[in-house]
């Protein structure tokens, strides 16, 4: 796949080399953070090898959860750094792509048609369990996972056709804060709606911890936003929400009260995925590798160590521990200006209410990684969400850009297509 991207950027750059440098330009601060982390991961590990011991990102051989190696270069030094220039890779074609096109529609059905796909595949994983159906979807389960029973309690775990629940709630948040974002603008409101319901559904049942902690975290992104941007929700949506709410509360407090089985069972289920989760082997060992970031980011004076050179349980130690002072600061940079409104906007345009929520599906896509990354890369999802957003301001504010050689703008206005958007402000 990454051969591909870089095919494409190679044909781009030839064809247009004035929108490539722009892309770079727009995305500057993702830019510096991909290449400082691949030149780092290769010269960084060398500067420090043997100044501290690590728990290798990709641990091979180790017999206990603390145990460590001295520090060296190895593979996952190069994996990790082609992972991220992939990455930055996918932020430059996506932003290309849109740039040129002419219809935004595709995004938005897009959207759409993967939320319910991968909400419906952790249905039927679960309605089909015991049948042929597990073979089918046991020909896509082919990560380096552990393949175990996934149940917890006498609740069936949901990961559809991915390795594990984590991996699938994972993947599923950042398509139902996408297509949440989209129905918020009143973009497509019943499909993107539906789509949105029926995969925070899905996630709810899930029993993953990671599906809980990231809509845990989303929720409070968005009270955040109502009570200091109360003019960008708009009140019936507001109402829909609370509503929504209060009929699932009242939904699993009937099941509780009629069962007193299910409650107990289900309340074992919350705090085993929750709560109890800090105290266990997995969150102590999770704690140990948060701290080697910290302690790598001292022990090299701030340069970082390298990104793959350790495994740690949150993007933020990855990152600090890997890439210092100039990796944190150039993502954070570029997490503001995904997120920062920019200048000249124009008020109520479709693309400018895509890229807002293209900018906070990135942003919000990364809760769980604050709790589970093991490494510095944010991923080819974060990426693209990302490029997309960057571009999509770029164009709404700047809609009269000059003409190429061929007299056709290198930015087109968003065509208004019927029934693309029925809003009344």
């Known amino acids: 796949m990454l051969g591909f991207l870089l095919l494409s ?17 727009d995305n500057v601060w993702l830019v510096i953070f991909c290449i400082y982390s691949f030149i780092g ?8 090898q043997q100044s501290m011991d690590v728990f290798p990102l990709r641990p091979i051989g180790m017999r206990h ?8 270069f190895s593979s996952q030094n190069i994996t990790t750094a082609v992972y991220l220039i992939g990455t930055g890779i996918a932020a430059l074609c996506c932003y290309i792509a ?16 993967i939320t319910v796909t991968h909400a419906s595949f952790g249905i039927l994983g679960v309605a089909l369990r015991g049948t042929p159906w597990d073979q089918v979807v046991e020909f896509f389960r082919n990560g380096s996972y552990s393949q175990v029973d996934q149940r917890t309690k006498s609740f069936i775990r949901i990961n559809g056709i991915m390795p594990e629940p984590s991996i699938y709630a994972d993947f599923g948040l950042a ?3 996408l297509c949440f974002e989209l129905w918020l603008r009143h973009i497509r ?16 049942l899930s029993t993953s911890s990671t599906a809980y902690v990231g809509l845990a975290g989303y929720a409070l992104i968005l009270l955040c936003r109502a009570a200091l941007m109360p003019r960008y929700l708009r009140a019936d949506k507001l109402i829909t929400i609370g509503a929504v709410a209060l009929l699932g509360i009242a939904f699993v407090s009937l099941l509780m009260i009629a069962s007193s089985e299910a409650a107990q069972a289900f309340e074992e289920m919350i705090r085993q995925m929750t709560v109890d989760k800090a105290g266990s082997d997995s969150g102590l060992q999770r704690a140990f590798w948060a701290r080697q970031g910290l302690d790598a980011f001292f022990v090299s004076y701030g340069l970082g160590i390298g990104a793959g050179s350790f495994r740690s349980s949150s993007i933020v130690t990855a990152i600090l521990g890997g890439m210092g002072v100039v990796g944190i600061v150039s993502f954070i940079a570029y997490l ?20 807002d929520a293209m900018g906070w599906t990135a942003i919000a896509s990364l809760i769980p990684a604050l709790l589970t990354q093991a490494s510095p890369d944010p991923g ?6 990302a490029g997309i957003a960057i571009a999509l301001k770029c164009r709404d504010a700047i809609p009269n850009r000059p003409a190429d050689r061929a007299g056709n703008p290198t930015a087109p206005t968003v065509p208004r297509s019927a029934g693309w958007r029925h809003v009344s402000r």
């Open 380 to 385: 080819m999802d974060f990426a693209c969400f």
């Open 65 to 72: 959860q603390f145990d460590t190696i001295p520090l060296f």
């Open 189 to 204: 409101p019943p499909a993107t709606g539906f789509a949105a319901a029926l995969m925070a559904i899905v996630l709810m």
């Open 175 to 177: 398509w139902f804060i």
């Open 9 to 25: 950027c190679f044909s781009l750059v030839k064809e247009d080399a004035a929108l490539f440098r722009q892309a770079i330009v």
């Open 336 to 355: 503001l200006q995904i997120g920062w409104p920019r200048r000249g906007a124009q008020p109520g345009s479709e693309a400018g209410d895509i890229a």
């Open 98 to 113: 849109v740039t040129r096109s002419k219809n935004l529609n595709p995004l938005v059905t897009a959207a759409i048609v």
């Open 41 to 48: 991961a290769f010269l960084l590990p060398r500067i420090f």
